[in-house]
């Protein structure tokens, strides 16, 4: 099954990706994750994509479309996959969709969490992100670790991510607002669409994803949620 999750810097697009993909047997492709993996590896496509993420930009479409298709090209995606941060415009919308078509495949479902843009910028400014997995995600206030600084799921450090400052969130919001909000007009079109309020603990939106998903014929069994993710 083919996947793709909208939603808000902050909307907690990472952490129900990863919960979700585990359930679903299928691999969590965060463009954002890649880039940062890029970046961390001093890789070529690391330089290129680090002035734009740490303005809070988007990274050019060609670089972006071109690592995302090599991941979705991967063995492990051959029979479907949960994108997280993949579309952001409609013009990567469309690369999308042509990609599958190009392999006689098509999108199950988008789902689009919805959440209110101060709440955005409470939840990312306070974010803490374990260095060892990213989908450990912590928040100074909310969901604080036991141990200040350390994940509680793995002991690995927890770090602010250099575009999680509130100037770089407001940019990010911005540009979500202008550049990536169109892309839920072009999946409502095609009747893929489905709003889910990303208010509440993160199992409450779990719960949300997963019976949207059985809705539209997903197979989304409960499993328990990871301990980091209360
Ligand atoms: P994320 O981890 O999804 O919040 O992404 C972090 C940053 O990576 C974004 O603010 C962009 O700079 C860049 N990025 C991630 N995905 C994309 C994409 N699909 N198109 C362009 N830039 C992206």
């Known amino acids: 099954m083919r996947i793709v999750l909208v939603g808000l810097p902050g909307a907690g697009k990472g952490t129900q990706a990863a919960f979700l993909a585990k359930n679903l047997s299928v691999p969590h492709i965060s463009t954002g994750d890649l880039f940062r993996m890029n970046i961390g590896q001093g890789t070529q496509l690391g330089r290129q994509a680090q002035e734009y993420m740490r303005a809070g930009q988007l990274v050019p479409d060609e670089i972006t479309i071109g690592m995302a298709r090599s991941r979705m090209e991967q063995p492990d995606a ?13 013009f990567q919308a469309e690369a999308l969709d042509q990609l ?5 495949h ?6 689009n ?4 843009h101060e709440e ?6 306070g974010r803490r992100v374990c260095r060892h997995d990213s989908s450990h995600v912590f928040h100074v206030t909310y969901n604080a670790p036991h141990e200040p600084g350390l994940c509680d799921a793995c002991g690995g450090d927890l770090y602010q991510r250099q575009d999680d400052t509130e100037e770089t969130v407001r940019e990010r919001l911005e540009v979500f607002d202008r550049v990536t909000s169109p ?3 072009h999946y409502r079109l095609r009747n893929l669409l489905v709003g889910i309020s990303a208010l509440g603990s993160v199992a409450d939106v779990t719960e949300r994803s997963m019976v949207a998903l059985r809705e539209r014929g997903v197979r989304a069994d409960r499993v328990s949620t990871p301990a980091c993710d209360r």
Request: hydrophobic share 50%; proline share 5%.
């Open 106 to 111: 098509s999108l199950d479902v988008v789902l």
């Open 78 to 90: 051959v029979h479907g996959f949960l994108l997280d941060g993949f579309p952001r415009n409609v």
């Open 120 to 125: 955005a910028v409470t939840r990312i400014a």
């Open 183 to 185: 892309i839920t007009e």
């Open 113 to 116: 969490l919805v959440l209110p």
């Open 100 to 104: 599958l078509k190009d392999d006689g």
